[in-house]
């Protein structure tokens, strides 16, 4: 089982609507969540990061966490054509000896439709 | 405010060829740093990580290293580069003062 899965997509939204991108995650000590977006040929670029259960919004975007079922989300508001990019999830986890790592998941790739 | 540096932009190098990347962070200090690839089509994978000068850790063996002599400089080096080693290297840092990883603008290599 991979320890951050995304679905690859590609997910197509229309201008205006909600997108909705899933992540879940296998380490059940990770506690950081972050979002990332990457546009091709670029390096990605932090959007949303999260720590406790619940919702935090910013924008247009809303990151929802849920440790029990390890599930992390990101909906992207109105969407616009300048959203079309690789949405990453990453997952930080730290061990008991106080290594920390960030793991990301293979990206889902958005094409929002004018 | 802290950004964070790595060049070159691309690089096309032969097989066998050595490889040196340099990464530098400005506006903070004792930052962790981390070098990760992305193949084509593929997602991040960890290659290194520093939390202090002369401290790594490898996460993939191969035939890169890497090296941190300035608490701000960490250097991703091969000896001698395989066509397997060709993707995108994106040098990373996280620090207190930042809340999240942030990536320097990434080298494209591709070995022929």
Known sequence: QKEVEQNSGPLSVPEGAIASLNCTYSDRVSQSFFWYRQYSGKSPELIMSIYSNGDKEDGRFTAQLNKASQYVSLLIRDSQPSDSATYLCAVRSISNFGNEKLTFGTGTRLTIIP | ?112
């Open chain 2, 1 to 112: 405010s802290q950004t964070i540096h790595q060049w070159p932009a691309t690089l096309v190098q032969p097989v066998g060829s050595p490889l040196s990347l340099e990464c530098t962070v400005e506006g903070t200090s004792n930052p962790n740093l981390y070098w990760y690839r992305q193949a084509a089509g593929r997602g991040l994978q960890l290659l290194f990580y520093s939390v202090g000068i002369g401290q790594i850790s490898s996460e993939v063996p191969q035939n890169l290293s890497a090296s941190r002599p300035q608490d701000r400089q960490f250097i991703l080096s091969s000896k001698k580069l395989l066509l397997s080693d060709s993707g995108f290297y994106l040098c990373a840092w996280y620090g207190l003062d930042n809340y999240g990883y942030t990536f320097g603008s990434g080298t494209r290599l591709t070995v022929v």
